[in-house]
């Protein structure tokens, strides 16, 4: 997955400064000079399973009729189908491509079924019925994880957001050392994205068969860190009463 270029996020230019005026008895220390900030940087690193499995299961049939060919095959089709209908996957989500050729003096037929699930109990649940009722007559793949789109995305969002309040929290230990208050931001800028690990739907999996299910979840998990620099306003000394608070 390659990182988005890095981009500034916020850039706010300060208003000129007013006038200065004695602030009056009680009401708080004087604002600070004009011009003082703290200048830091931030980073971040989360990670994401996956939230998607594929699975893919052939069966075929092979008989001196034709027909029986196809009716044998259809009745596994329609028991696969309804299986995964009745554990809540929806008929988008399932596929179905059918072969149909002459061998010798016989018809074979080959179909396969790819479904995918969002809920992985589900898909355990599935695979199972179908293991246990369909035997040897159903050969059903390891499922292959990956990442939609939308799940990446909201990776990356999670990850610079992460970043971002490290780098405000930063600023107000920085701050408050030295016994000043944080101000406003006046600059926000992403430098550097990361992301590796995790796959995608196209991705052609490399996982020997013999994982367990956990060990290809993780071998799917994404990872992202982020490293930001920001800017932000001292806005003087820091109320006693606030820190208190």
């Not at 995918?116 to 589900?122: M, P, Q």
């Not at 230990?173 to 992403?190: A, T």
């Not at 052609?204 to 620099?229: G, H, K, M, W």
Request: proline share 7%; charged share 25%.
């Amino acid at each position: 997955m390659a990182p988005p270029p890095a981009r500034v996020f916020a850039e706010l230019v300060p208003a000129a400064a007013p006038t200065p005026t004695s602030a009056p008895a009680g009401r708080g220390s004087p604002p600070a000079p004009p011009g003082r900030e703290v200048h830091v940087s931030g980073s971040a690193e989360l990670s994401a399973g996956p939230d998607r499995a594929r699975v893919s299961l052939r069966l075929g049939s092979r008989k001196g009729a034709a027909g029986e060919a196809r009716s044998s095959v259809s009745r596994r089709l329609e028991y696969i189908a309804q299986s995964a209908r009745q554990r809540g996957v929806p008929e988008e989500n399932m596929t179905v491509m059918e072969d149909f050729s002459r061998v010798e003096n016989t018809y074979q037929v080959e179909a396969e079924v790819c479904i995918i699930f969002s809920d992985f109990g589900k898909m355990q649940s599935v695979c199972n019925l179908l293991v246990e009722k369909l035997g040897t007559s159903v050969t059903i793949s390891p499922p292959h994880f990956y990442h939609t789109p939308e799940a990446v995305d909201t990776l990356r969002r999670q990850v610079c957001v992460a970043a971002v309040g490290n780098t405000r929290r930063k600023a107000q230990e920085v701050c408050r050392l030295f016994g000043q208050s944080l101000g406003k931001p006046l600059l926000i800028r992403e430098e550097e994205t990361k992301e590796w690990g995790g796959h995608i739907d196209s991705h052609l999996s490399n996982s020997p068969d013999s994982l367990t299910l956990q060990e290809r979840i993780q071998n799917a998990t994404a990872y992202a860190s982020c490293r930001v620099f920001a800017v932000f306003e001292i806005k003087g000394k820091e109320n006693r009463r606030n820190k208190v608070l």
